[in-house]
């Protein structure tokens, strides 16, 4: 692809690894888990959310070998790390364990694809990173899983946009506290349903329609993010918005802050405008982006002074998914040398503690 | 700045007591008020879960020295609204609980006491009201048959949905709507109303009003989604869709990303003629209060152009507390030909009243 | 506060008791008079925000929080909210709570002289 030369030693902070099917975890399973998959006949579970033969699941050339795209090392090394590709990927499993309503055998089964990651695609490639899968539905056991793998190579905390209710709500505080400790970020990526209808009006009938409703569905959870004070009880905290988009945070921001003026006795410990807070704790991948389909510098300025800081972007290709046109390049295209090396290595450098080289003698 | 003539998208009457609305009932519905009364998806027998910023979510100047509910009486509406500003219309959007009801039947005819409660109290009171016809919208044939009844009624100027519905609102189900809206030439606005049967976001019940509030932007969002992509527009080519106290900044982020994602996925709604974005610009109305106050007050005008000069129509909201001062509410210089589009051009086109 | 070279009489002290309050026109400005308890304060009754009757607001207490979850309520009556769009000013000096610095309403001294209450405009 021609946008290689202009991401060339990036850091790709959205790349999905695949299970290529269920028997591959078992040998990370407690054998209990594993005969209880097999006696009960269970198929899996990768994420309806990506129906297999729609062009955005998977782009062309993505569907190499047996298993689902983003299933074979090899395959995802060469299309995304090898050549001029990035000099790390972040890599985020969306194999869809934290939908499973049984909270024993969700940790159990999070805890066997966090395994099957390290064996799998962490000894695969150095330059792999890796996301810890835990599920919602047990907060604490969600947070042992976060002791138990951050580092050597788990970078971040993944969970899914779509929980039983809101994330910013007390019950989950153990896995931003385990997250906190460990100095790691949470990502919040769509991909993952089942707890509530994938639209806040209902269930949609289209595929599109979920996919369009990913970006709202974000903005329903930091809104609860910061109303509820996570980040008031976790100062160190960082959140991910992975895949859903960009150029809706500012009018999020505009109404949160007005509605802050109004009804801030209701969180008193929101103690700053929400947009001050979303500045200081959030970043957003890149891929998509949601911008008109031809942006200039003076578009670009306007979209950056709103957002706040170009610090809250992260390069993102979002392999093996495939979205229509190429709005990060263009932004890459319209930033300043000093930005474009914040947003292809300077912020993932950051956020996931990558070594120092990283950030500082890249992007010339 | 000064505004001239303008027409308020949005003004709430209120009904005071179900006293009030007896002698629009029949004696079994008259009964059955008396013996079990509302039953919506509130847990409680009056107010909300989420309680609004001030008492009836209302200014709490508004209480008419009368006694009654904010927005109950006419008179005292005129002198805090009508005329204190250069009202030409005022559209009335009464948000008593008859489209919630879980009893179909007495859903609507709560609807149609409702809506003959408003031509005879209002409607004929002032000629510069104008109203909405209230429908039980989950019940799709009972809102259509309400709709063919009111628009006898010269007056009514829309047809009331809200945006939380029990399924989104492109769906089949609601169609028997939007086709008695076009037969009576009535676009359909959805006013932020309060009870519904699920939670405002796509990830279950908040814990504050501020999120409920700030989370009406995504739920208007997500009706659009749906009225686009199950090709409502399509089938009713000439339905105009009012969006009413959802926001208008995020227009056009979601733009780019329906259109990105149509050009993409496209082929799964192979029947949809343009490109969702068309549909957005020429369907879709939307009212200006609560004002998008961005951070730097001059991006206001951009935005608004980026938006759409022939989208926004400006609404005070009266008497809700989040009220809209026609005056004041901009807070930056709108060019002057933008402005009368907001304040009353536009209003004019969407509810065909005399220019 | 402001160069006052007018002293207007505008109530009997007893008119206003501790946690009332009583609004005056004078001149065309419309002022908000408050009993405090320990003193009298006013400010003038126009939100500047959108130009609500900022004085006719309910009178609440200063709600902080030290950490989610927990409340400290505090000068019961002294946090004056606006009518319209709830946004919050000190009665003591006029100034936002969510922005104090750049965002206050206009406030007047206010003596208490042989059983009158006196606004200094």
Sequence with gaps: ?364 | MRTGALIDCDVHNAVSSDAELQPYLSTRWRRHMELIGSRTFSPFTKGYAYPKAARFASRRDAWPPTGGLPGSDLEFMKEQLLDAYPVKHAVLNCLYRAPEQRHDAYGAALATAVNNWQVDQWLERDDRLRASITVPFEFPDLAAAEIDRATTCPGFVQVLLYPRTAAPLGRREYWPIYEAACRAGLPIGIHAASTTPGPITATGWPSYYIEDHTGLAVAFQAQVISLIFNGVFDRFPELRVVLLEGGFAWVPALAHRLDALHARLGEEVPDLRYPPSHYLRSHIRITTQPMEEPERPGDLVPLIREVGADLLMFSTDYPHWDFDNPHRAFRTRVPATLHRQIMHDNACATYRLAA | MTGSNRHVVVAAADEIPPGGRKIVHIDGRSVGVFNLGDRYVALRNTCPHEGAPLCEGALSGALTSPRPGEYHYERRGEILRCPWHQWEFDLRTGRSWVDPERLRVRSYSVTCENDHVVLHL
């Design chain 1, 1 to 364: 692809m021609g946008t290689m030369s202009a991401t060339a030693d990036a850091v790709d902070c959205d790349v999905h690894n695949a299970v290529p099917r269920l028997s591959a975890l078992f040998p990370f399973l407690p054998d209990s888990w594993v005969d209880y998959c097999r006696e009960t006949g269970v198929e899996g579970f990768d994420p309806a959310f990506y129906p297999p033969g729609a062009p955005l699941s998977a782009r062309p050339g993505s569907r190499a070998g047996e298993g689902p795209p983003g299933s074979d090392p090899d395959v995802v090394r060469a299309h995304v790390l090898d050549g001029a590709g990035a000099r790390y990927a972040i890599l985020n499993c969306l194999y869809a364990v934290q939908a499973l309503h049984n909270p024993d055998w969700a940790a159990s089964m999070a805890r066997a694809l966090n395994d099957w990651q390290a064996a799998t695609w962490l000894a695969a490639d150095t330059r792999f990173r890796a996301s810890i899968v835990v599920s919602t539905r047990d907060p604490h056991a969600a947070a042992q899983e976060i002791e138990r793998r951050a580092g050597r190579g788990f970078v971040q905390v993944l969970l899914p946009a779509s929980a039983p209710a809101p994330l910013g709500q007390r019950s989950y505080w153990p896995i931003y506290a385990a997250a906190e400790a460990a100095d790691v970020p949470v990502a919040l990526h769509p991909g993952v349903g089942g707890a509530n209808p994938l639209s806040p009006v209902g269930w949609p009938s289209h595929y599109i329609e979920d996919y369009a409703c990913a970006a709202l569905t974000l903005q329903s959870q930091i809104t609860s993010m910061v109303a509820e004070g996570v980040f008031a009880a976790h100062p160190g905290l960082q959140v991910v918005l992975l895949e859903s988009g960009v150029t809706w945070l500012p009018s999020l921001m505009w109404r949160f802050d007005k509605n802050w003026k109004a009804l801030r006795r209701e969180v008193p410990w929101v103690e700053r405008p929400p947009s001050h807070v979303i500045r200081e704790h959030v970043l957003l991948s890149t891929t998509p982006f949601d911008a008109p389909p031809a942006i200039d510098r003076a578009w670009v300025d306007r979209f950056l002074t709103q957002l706040g800081s170009v610090r809250m972007l992260l390069h993102a290709g979002d392999y093996p998914h495939w979205h229509h046109g190429d709005a990060p390049t263009a932004l890459l295209e319209q930033l300043s040398p000093a930005e474009r090396e914040l947003v292809l290595h300077g912020n993932a450098a950051r956020v996931y503690r990558l070594p120092e080289e990283i950030g500082c003698a890249r992007g010339h």
